[in-house]
């Protein structure tokens, strides 16, 4: 026994150095690029005046527990193929018609499919009020 009394972390190998895992308080704090995957979505992707939103889980090769956190519009756009206002325009649009509709569910399912199959690199921030917030993706 090696009188540890550091329960909340987990010993990790990584490039021959014995490191220990972060709690969800340090992510965007003495550490901001993660790997990791998307594990679940905590309510819809919200196509704002500001952009994309959506709140995530996040399971982090570096990290204790899942952590929660804002998938920002400069992630989310590129992965959904437009920006939010013209997602909102068409979703008017859509209304008279039917074929319109059709490709907006098309699209829709497969934006669902390709966030809940993200895996790489996140770069997480703490915003004013230390909310995490991911600000970069890359594979």
């Not at 003495?30 to 709140?55: D, H, I, M, R």
């Not at 206002?85 to 649009?93: C, K, L, W």
């Not at 499919?113 to 995490?132: C, K, S």
Request: aromatic share 6%.
């Amino acid at each position: 026994d090696d009188n540890d009394d550091s329960d909340d972390y987990e010993d990790i190998q990584l490039s021959g150095k014995r490191m220990q895992k972060l709690t969800v308080a340090d992510v965007g704090v003495s550490q901001e690029w993660f790997k990791g995957q998307v594990k679940a979505f905590y309510g819809n992707l919200k196509p704002g005046k500001n952009g994309w939103c959506l709140t995530v889980s996040l399971l982090l090769d570096d990290v204790v527990e899942s952590l929660q956190a804002t998938l920002t519009d400069a992630v989310l756009e590129p992965i959904i193929g437009m920006t939010s206002s013209v997602f909102r325009t068409r979703r008017r649009q859509a209304k008279q018609d039917p074929k319109l509709q059709a490709e907006l569910v098309t699209q829709v399912h497969a934006m669902n499919d390709a966030l809940m199959a993200m895996a790489g690199h996140f770069r997480i921030v703490r915003t004013a009020n230390n909310e995490a917030q991911v600000i970069q993706f890359s594979k």
